[in-house]
């Protein structure tokens, strides 16, 4: 009978209908006072009447005629569960019951899958698909271990995997027939996954194999009594609040019961999932590999690794378990800045500066126990702790130097990210000390142990600190390291004096340096001392060691961090030459680095932007991190005015003795002064000089027209030379200098006008002694800058005639060399 016609009834069948929606409705209302099976049939009726219904639609869909044949299928399945009539009853027979699992069962019976195939991928010696499955496997048991516990069924099947590899690895080396190429990867691939992956479950494993059907009846007895409990929570009724209360106030007192009763010797910490993570001197090593193995991984938190490490450090009671704690902690402290852009925090580094003093103490308390890069990382520290015997040391992996190269990239790290100028610059940089302190302690344990390389390194790094301090600063650092240190510690390296000379600690560094096979260190070993030797004005040892190393033709190929020192070096022997008076030689020197025009670059104190975006920002960011902390930096006024001052020194009096000839501009010194000079005369209004490059162009414009005495009072008159030490010694040497290039550019202006000069005359114009006068006028003649000769008889200067040409002459000249060159050029086409 169709939908349609039992919804068009007699009143009789629509009331008997509304009845059994009303009973309906008042079965679900009153589900929990009948039974559960009672429940389960009811609505196992209703949805197999549901079922039926729909089927006898469609099976007479085609005669049905009338407006039931318009309604929606919604609307008939929604009628349908109304209508219980004997075609229904019929359709209950025919279809099976839905059954509905659970999550968790879900989950087993894919881990029960899993396993299985794993079995039989055994049965055949498939690693390939063994690797696979454990991976499948691996991660089911992740994701479910955060919601329930690790089944039994897993701990079994990774043990007898464990069992069977080690079995089949045996069988292996015994066997003649090796296994195919890709079974034996992946068998050396799985390997390390299954040992590594059954350490986290070692204590379950070692259950399992002591008693396998012990343990498989215990996990189901457990299986069976969760299910009780789950059952008897659904039937339980709903806790009142205060019980709740009471509950939790009971399960408080039970824990800090359990606090209180537990070893002080131990910490309780609660990790990832809320579980417990017994601290305790015996499972320190363990600890210590399971944050070994989360180091890189994502999510991991590094903050609660170094706490754990921390109490660790108060667990431990040897002094192999102390050390290991320490190596392991300071690195973890250093994996907190993951940034390049950013630095280690301050408290952070204080922390693990503090920690590699702690570990050197160690160390140098216990001198059997070494720790070095050379020696073996051992696997089973829980088994036998390693201890000295008969003698012998104990090494310990890992390296003291590496880590004390860190600190000090993240102290450089810091002062290049805070501002120069406010306190906590000044501030940050006080710690310089420590780390100094540090660096020699760590050289003097690498020099007693013979550790010729964290040696070297230790050495560069404390040569690097030094090389761009004055002799005094040096000095006082020196004194304060050794104050601190303990005073059997002795170097035989740099042995410490107290009248000790800073050059000859810079001396006795770079002497060790230059043993080394490292060519870097000896490189930079070479730079420091040449810059040392410059900013105390040694010029002259600075030159020597310079040329020596022939650097010149070999620095392109070194690293940028060298060449960017190899740029320092050079300015600072510039400088130096200047400071000695040696006006040729400072130019030459500093026009290789301020002739460019990239100075701040060339000298990492800054970036240089870009016209139409020619550096991308990685780009940038690499050179950012190239730049040298602030303390560090050669002032660049003071650079750029001693370039222009000794180019002016030198340009003025060459400019004159080119006079009008042809080539004149093309015979150049210093292009940038050039440049700067042309620019200040066409200026149709020039004001008083501002800045310093207004004070030397007005003062070379003043030179080049012999007001010598103007010149010298605009160079005294700039400010820059106040940062220079012995300032007025400076200003008279520039003084002098002014005078001696004043009188070349009066002779080569005005020699053609002159027959014979009195010297007498000439020293006067010039405010210098006749002796003088007289030895500059010699030295130009005998290097044929003037075509004169000297009358000792009458004490002047006799020029002789025809020698110089006009400008007309030199035009013409130049006409005729320039059209014999367009005949040769016709000619031979």
């Given amino acids: 009978m169709s939908r349609f016609f039992a919804g068009g009834s007699s009143d009789s069948d629509t009331s008997s209908s509304d009845e059994e929606l009303y009973s309906d409705s008042e079965e679900d209302q009153s589900g929990q006072d009948q039974s559960d099976n009672d429940s389960e049939d009811d609505d196992d009726e209703d949805d197999d009447s549901d079922m039926g219904s729909d089927d006898d639609d469609s099976d007479s869909g085609d005669e049905e005629e009338g407006p039931g044949r ?9 009628a349908s569960r109304f209508l219980r009539g004997e075609e229904s009853e019929e359709s209950d027979e025919d279809d099976s019951k839905r059954v509905v699992k659970s999550a968790k069962d879900k989950r087993l019976e894919e881990i029960d899958s899993i396993i299985r195939t794993i079995e039989n991928a055994k049965k055949i010696n ?4 063994i690797s696979n499955e454990f991976d499948k496997l691996n ?18 099947a990774i043990a007898d995997l464990e069992d069977f590899m080690a079995d089949t690895i045996k069988t292996e080396k015994e066997s003649k027939k090796k296994m195919n190429a890709t079974n034996a990867r992946a068998l050396n691939s799985i390997k390390q996954r299954i040992r590594k992956n059954n350490r986290t479950f070692e204590d379950q494993i070692a259950k399992y194999r002591a008693d396998p059907e012990g343990f498989e009846q215990e996990g189901e007895a457990a299986a069976d009594a969760a299910a009780a409990a789950a059952a008897a929570a659904a039937a339980a009724p709903k806790m009142r609040k205060g019980a709740e209360f009471e509950a939790a106030a009971a399960m408080a007192a039970v824990r800090q019961a359990n606090a209180e009763t537990a070893d002080e010797g131990e910490f309780s910490t609660i990790g990832r999932g809320g579980r417990t993570i017994a601290i305790t001197a015996e499972s320190i090593f363990k600890q210590l590999r399971s944050i070994l193995e989360a180091r890189g991984k994502k999510n991991t938190d590094r903050t609660e690794q170094i706490r754990n490490m921390e109490k660790m450090m108060d667990v431990a009671d040897t002094v192999y378990q102390r050390i290991r704690v320490l190596l392991v902690l300071i690195s973890t402290r250093f994996d907190l800045t993951t940034s390049t852009a950013s630095y280690m925090p301050i408290p952070q580094w204080k922390s693990a500066q503090e920690e590699i003093s702690k570990l050197l103490e160690i160390l140098e308390a216990n001198p059997l126990y070494i720790v070095t890069e050379a020696a073996e990382d051992v696997e089973d520290e829980d088994e036998a702790e390693p201890t000295p015997k008969d003698g012998e040391p104990v090494k310990i992996f890992g390296s003291i130097a590496s880590l004390v190269e860190r600190l000090d990239d993240e102290l450089t790290r810091s002062l290049q990210n805070i501002d120069p100028h406010t306190p906590e610059y000044i501030e940050r940089l006080k710690e310089e000390s420590l780390l100094y302190t540090t660096i020699v302690r760590t050289q003097l344990y690498s020099e007693r142990n013979g550790l010729e390389s964290s040696t070297s390194r230790v050495l560069i790094r404390r040569l690097e600190m030094l090389y761009y301090k004055p002799e005094q600063l040096i000095t006082a650092i020196e004194q304060t390291a050794w104050t601190s240190l303990p005073s059997e510690l002795k170097s035989e390296i740099t042995p410490y004096t107290a009248d000790e000379n800073a050059s000859d600690l810079i001396h006795s560094i770079c002497a060790a340096l230059y043993k080394q096979d490292n060519r870097l260190y000896r490189t930079r070993a070479m730079l420091c001392q040449v810059y040392h030797h410059a900013l105390h004005n040694r010029y002259f040892h ?10 010149q033709a070999t620095i392109h190929t070194a690293d940028i961090l060298t060449q960017i020192l190899y740029n320092r070096t050079l300015v600072q022997v510039g400088l130096c030459a200047f400071r000695e008076g040696m006006i040729p030689e400072a130019q030459q020197a500093l026009q290789e680095i301020s002739g460019t025009g990239r100075v701040k670059e060339l000298l990492a104190q800054g970036v240089q932007m870009q016209r139409y975006g020619q550096t991308s920002p990685e780009q940038e960011r690499i050179e950012r991190q190239r730049q040298i902390p602030f303390h560090q930096h050669i002032n660049l006024e003071l650079l750029e005015c001693v370039y222009l001052t000794s180019s002016m020194l030198l340009e003025i009096p060459f400019m004159a003795q080119c006079g009008s000839a042809p080539d004149a501009k093309k015979r150049v010194i210093s292009k940038p002064f050039r440049r700067m000079l042309d620019y200040h005369e066409r200026q149709v209004f020039t004001g008083p000089p501002e800045n310093t490059r207004d004070h030397i162009m007005q ?3 003043a030179l080049a027209t012999g007001d010598w005495a103007r010149a010298r009072e605009l160079i005294r008159a700039i400010k820059i030379w106040e940062l220079m030490p012995e300032t007025e010694s400076i200003k008279d040497m520039l003084s002098e200098k002014i005078q001696e290039e004043g009188l070349r550019t009066y002779l080569f202006t005005y ?9 007498a005359n000439l020293a006067g114009m010039f405010d210098i002694s006749e002796r003088k006068a007289t030895a500059l006028v010699s030295k130009m003649i005998s290097n044929n800058e003037v075509a004169a000769a000297l009358d000792q008889k009458t004490n002047a200067i006799v020029f002789t005639a025809g020698v110089e040409y006009s400008r007309l ?4 000249l130049a006409l005729s060399d320039k059209a014999v060159q367009l005949l040769d ?3 031979y086409r």
Wanted: zero cysteines; glycine letters at 4%; aromatic letters at 8%.
């Fill in 70 to 78: 318009f309604l929606k299928a919604g609307a008939k399945a929604g």
């Fill in 809 to 812: 002459q030199n035009l013409a």
């Fill in 699 to 701: 003062a070379s414009k």
């Fill in 542 to 551: 600075a030159r020597d060691l310079l040329l020596m190393s022939h650097l």
């Fill in 139 to 156: 991660k089911i048991i992740s994701k479910g271990n955060q919601q329930t516990d690790t089944p039994r069924m897993y701990i079994k």
């Fill in 126 to 129: 498939d690693w390939v698909l």
């Fill in 751 to 759: 020699a053609p006008f002159y027959e014979t000069l009195s010297i």
């Fill in 825 to 827: 050029s016709v000619k």
